[in-house]
């Protein structure tokens, strides 16, 4: 090889040096869900968090597996670690998309509230469909989904997600399956049937929700004497718009949020040390002073108020009859659940 042909290699070599050195050297992303949350996250994670001297910045997303395969699979993923619900979770676990988690880099298996625990993902965030309803309105206040579904004792209308997803959990709970027998009773013909056959049962008075801010606005207008709602959304009507909604947590059900790491970051220890920082129980505890989520840490309970605690999923008495939302079963159900609901949905129309 002449000398002009190695000036030409070497040249090469460092500019492709150079670009490899560029994409280690960016500084950490981590995305979540922007919003009040996010707000929270900032104050009790992300800011403490560079403060301990690893630079990072964070973005928001509304979710999505397609957005993350597109990220790993193009070869030019921005992003290192994202918050995800469940059902992305499971999808992109099983499409490789995310790293096998090191589970002794973040404190270990046992420091985590079990369900929280995958090897894709550790949960961040507990978060519950509750029953709300208006203190002011109920003097008598219901004590179960049967009570939700009691039209005599409880005359007025009813507000439901519109789906079958945590619809026909509900109304098999009301009718007398114990929470932790749902989802076998609903892999069955016969406990899909006996759920819409409870639905039927207050049918004419059913009013349907489509997006989380809707639930605590029926109750406020007084268009439902009850409805099912994200915990976190009575506990922030009740702080900043003064309401004096109820909440009950019998029967609830929860989902978790967990933290990813996208397959093939550069940038992979120091999303390590993002999740150890996240996850101890010193940190995670100060996050229920801003937002009512519950949180993962087993030992983080005991740090949180107990005046706050009693208002977040994850307080024992709280969690004691919930169920959680069986991801599983909904990805190889839900297609035909819904194709069925939507039917029935339409038919009370």
């Known amino acids: 090889m002449d000398v002009k042909k190695l000036v030409l290699a070497a040249a090469a070599a460092a500019i492709v040096g150079s670009v490899s050195m560029a994409a280690q050297a960016r500084d950490l992303s981590v995305v ?35 957005v993350l395969r597109a990220k790993v699979e193009g070869g030019n993923a921005t992003w290192d670690v994202v918050q995800v619900e469940s059902d992305e979770l499971a999808m992109g676990c099983e499409e490789g998309l ?29 978060y519950n469909f509750v029953l709300g309803y208006d203190k002011d309105k109920l003097k008598d206040a219901p004590k179960s989904w ?23 959990e509900i109304a098999l709970i009301a009718d007398g399956v114990a929470p932790k027998d749902v989802y076998k009773v609903l892999a069955t013909e016969d406990g899909v049937n006996r759920a819409f056959k409870k639905l039927d049962s207050i049918r004419d008075n059913l009013v349907f929700w489509k997006a989380g801010a809707q639930p605590p606005q029926l109750l406020a207008s007084g268009e439902v004497a009850m409805t099912s709602v994200y915990n976190g959304r009575v506990d922030a009507a009740n702080i900043k718009d003064h309401r004096n909604f109820g909440i009950v947590w019998d029967g609830s059900l929860f989902t978790i949020d967990s933290w990813v790491i996208l397959k093939g970051t550069p940038n992979k220890d120091a999303a390590y040390k993002f999740l150890d920082f996240v996850g101890k129980a010193d940190n995670q505890a100060k996050l229920p002073t801003y937002i ?4 993962t840490n087993v030992d983080a309970n005991a740090k949180i108020d107990q005046a706050r605690l009693k208002d ?6 709280n969690i004691a009859n919930a169920v959680q939302i069986n991801t599983e079963f909904w990805l190889e159900n839900g297609d035909r659940l819904t194709e069925r609901f939507n039917k029935w949905a339409a038919a009370k129309n």
């Not at 049967?146 to 409880?154: E, Q, S, T, V």
């Not at 009512?292 to 949180?295: D, E, L, N, R, S």
């Not at 977040?312 to 008495?317: G, I, V």
Request: charged share 25%; hydrophobic share 30%; with cysteine.
């Open 292 to 295: 009512a989520y519950g949180v």
């Open 146 to 168: 049967a009570d939700f579904f009691d039209l005599k004792k409880y005359p007025g209308k009813r507000g439901l997600r519109n789906g079958p997803k945590t619809t026909l």
């Open 312 to 317: 977040l999923p994850t307080a024992k008495e």
């Open 98 to 126: 995310y790293e096998t988690l090191d589970y002794s880099k973040i404190g270990g298996e046992k420091a985590y509230m079990p369900e929280s625990v995958n090897k894709c993902g550790i949960g961040a965030i507990v």
């Open 32 to 66: 979540s869900w922007g919003g009040d949350y996010q707000a929270a996250q900032k104050k009790v994670y992300f800011e403490p968090f560079t403060a301990t001297g690893t630079p990072m910045v964070d973005e928001s997303w509304d979710g999505g597996i397609g």
